[in-house]
């Protein structure tokens, strides 16, 4: 479950147009970046292709499964298969970090254990070198690079074959940028995992197989990490000026 | 010119307020389907209808037996000081039977919930929406209407009728105590006297408002609340509006099943 296809894809929001005609097949089993200026709405499309959002026309189909049109049971599924992270926001906020991070694997894996479960969430605090005391405590206790960590441990936690990221690296200190970004590298080389990601880090825009520059509501060129930061085009090139030459990184 | 602009405008909010109907009765019904599914598959959602029962329930019970029981003395007090002057002081029970059993249990209790869940409820899911949680929820392939709505609506209808019965027994204790005290009436006449008033229909009618109230209370609420799009400004707007359509639509359903009861 790794082919990820967008067919004509296009949101409208309040007369605006977020997403005009865009069709994309994802590359199975690899990273794909997406590079885009602040103010356009790119977690828009993210959000389609997690199936959070519906377009208001076009389709998203993974391994063939239409995200929208298709059956209770086939979509559980594709879900149970597929993690979101979000930039900042999306934890749900009168849960424990634990009950938070259980919520997915509670629904999604009846058949483990509650053992089984905390150990795959300890395991992965353990490898990112954070305390377990966190599991006890609210998300208004936690600060913001805690929080993303936390977002992102509950995406891995589910050890799906695509995760979707929107800006992984924001609100993290250097070493946490080190850990997941090679933590991604080895869920795409051990796992073959399909990862997509929204960001402007130029570390992670390295380790991409493929990079797709969204400008417009529509993705406006694509193609390998050396072509895009070669690109003779001029909007492209104010982009990766703006965002990569300039030094500006995710916080 | 003008007249296109206002005739463009009343066609507008009349297409909106359509729509939002539409959607409210849409929603009122895939909240109902998902109520019967909860009952098939309810493991994620009976930690949020626990909280939601010890919110709106337990911890209203206190206030409930205060306003109660205050309300049951104050009738029976009141009553008797008017009805003992035309020597009718033995219809207090009928009284007691139809202001309290009939009416007030529900109607306070439904007023209560409002103020204390109510808002809660809308001004909860708001905030939930603009913090992406509800995002969230749709991310792991959860229905926010079968996690969340759900359990408060379930929460609340049993917390309603566990509350009006609790209204009803304080009500009548109140009622009792200020009776002996004052007029020396014992217990065994007062029930007695009481419970030959009682009959089926009362108990029907309370039940059914406290359902129907129940019901109304936090579909609302959740509705108005999950309708918050982006600013965490339109969250107390919406729970405003929550409790006055709430508190209309009670009053609606109060006479509609009363009448429907007693007079038709």
Redesign the interface.
Same mark, same amino acid.
């Given at each position: 479950m790794k082919n990820i296809r967008l067919i004509n894809l296009n949101y409208r929001q309040e007369n605006e147009e977020i997403l005009q005609n865009i069709s994309h097949n994802f590359i199975p089993e690899s990273i794909s970046g997406i590079l885009s200026p602040v103010e356009e709405k790119a977690s828009t499309l993210l959000k389609i292709i997690g199936g959070i959002l519906e377009p208001t026309s076009g389709t998203v189909t993974i391994d063939g499964i239409d995200l929208f049109t298709e059956d209770r049971k086939a979509l559980k599924a594709v879900r149970k298969k597929m993690a979101f992270v979000f930039e900042r926001k999306g934890i749900l906020s009168n849960l424990t970090v634990q009950e938070n991070l259980l919520l997915p694997l509670d629904y999604h894996f009846p058949e483990l254990s509650h053992q089984q479960k905390l150990d795959r969430i300890v395991a992965l605090l353990e490898h990112f070198a954070m305390s377990t005391n966190i599991l006890s405590l609210r998300p208004a206790k936690l600060n913001s690079q805690t929080l993303k960590m936390t977002l992102l441990i509950r995406a891995f936690a589910m050890e799906p074959d695509i995760v979707l990221y929107d800006n992984p690296l924001a609100d993290l200190e250097l070493h946490y940028q080190k850990a997941v970004t090679s933590y991604i590298q080895k869920l795409s080389r051990d796992n073959k995992t399909t990862q997509i990601f929204l960001s402007t880090s130029p570390t992670l825009l390295k380790i991409a197989h493929e990079v797709l520059v969204f400008l417009n509501g529509t993705i406006f060129e694509k193609g390998l990490p050396e072509q895009i930061n070669g690109s003779t085009n001029p909007l492209t090139k104010k982009i990766i000026n703006d965002y990569l030459e300039a030094g500006v990184n995710e916080t | 010119m003008t007249k296109n602009v206002h005739t463009l405008n009343k066609d507008s909010i009349f297409k909106g307020r359509l729509q939002n109907i539409v959607y409210f009765v849409g929603y009122s019904f895939e909240v109902m389907l998902q109520m019967v599914r909860f009952f098939q598959n309810r493991? @994620?959602g009976k930690i949020v209808l626990y909280r939601q029962i010890l919110y709106t329930g337990y911890e209203a019970l206190s206030l409930i037996a205060l306003i109660a029981f205050s309300i049951g003395g104050i009738i029976i007090l009141e009553g008797n000081a008017i009805l003992q002057g035309f020597g009718q002081s033995k219809i207090f029970y009928t009284i007691l039977v139809s202001v309290v059993t009939r009416e007030l249990a529900c109607i306070l209790t439904a007023f209560i919930i409002i103020a204390r869940s109510g808002t809660a409820i809308s001004t909860?899911l708001g905030?939930?929406v603009i913090?992406?949680?509800i995002?969230?929820?749709?991310?792991?392939? @959860?229905s926010p209407i079968s996690y969340l709505i759900v359990p408060r609506v379930l929460g609340v209808i049993i917390s309603m009728i566990t509350l009006a019965l609790f209204f009803n027994a304080f009500a009548i204790l109140g009622a009792w105590l200020l009776s002996y005290l004052f007029y020396s009436l014992n217990f065994s006449t007062f029930f007695t006297s009481l419970f030959s008033e009682l009959t089926i229909r009362d108990i029907v009618s309370g039940t059914l408002k406290a359902v129907a109230f129940g019901f109304t209370i936090a579909i609302i609420s959740s509705y108005e609340g999950m309708k918050v799009t982006f600013a965490s400004t339109e969250v107390p707007q919406r729970t405003i509006k929550a409790v006055v359509l709430s508190l209309t639509w009670i009053i609606i359903f109060d006479i509609i099943i009363t009448m429907w009861l007693y007079f038709i």
């Open positions: - | 493991r @994620i909860e905030n939930m913090n992406e949680e995002d969230a929820l749709r991310s792991f392939g @959860i």
